[in-house]
Nanobody, 119 residues
Framework: QVQLVESGGGLVQAGGSLRLSCAAS????????MGWFRQAPGKEREFVAG????????YYGDSVQGRFTISRDNAKNTVYLQMNSLKPEDTAVYSC????????????WGQGTQVTVSS
């Protein structure tokens, strides 16, 4: 069973940057997808960004397009989320997730890491 562990969250001022990491234990098969989601207090979970493990193609939620970049390091089984031009409304718990080859949804989740953006 793959396990996901996020790191890199913290407190940053508006306009600043943070990079989140998600390390996966176990093998990630080439047909899988990895994604980042976030959830702010009182709000529904929101899709942030995703990446296909085989070819590295990426896709983003509208609210982060152009500011955030998802990438992967296959050798390290790690996915990154580079967050630039952060805004207070980006404050949330960020979680990475795995959509396995045999799944139609993201079904393996990390514990999450808090990102707080001060104004």
């Amino acid at each position: 069973q793959v396990q996901l562990v996020e790191s890199g969250g913290g407190l940053v001022q508006a306009g600043g940057s943070l990079r989140l990491s998600c390390a996966a234990s176990g093998r990630i098969f080439s047909g899988s997808r990895m994604g980042w989601f976030r959830q702010a207090p009182g709000k529904e979970r929101e899709f942030v960004a995703g990446i296909r493990w085989n070819d590295g193609s990426t896709y983003y939620g509208d609210s982060v397009q152009g500011r955030f970049t998802i990438s992967r390091d296959n050798a390290k089984n790690t996915v990154y989320l580079q967050m630039n031009s952060l805004k207070p409304e980006d404050t949330a718990v960020y979680s990475c997730a795995l959509r396995r080859v045999t799944s139609t949804s993201y079904d393996v989740w990390g514990q999450g890491t808090q990102v707080t953006v001060s104004s």
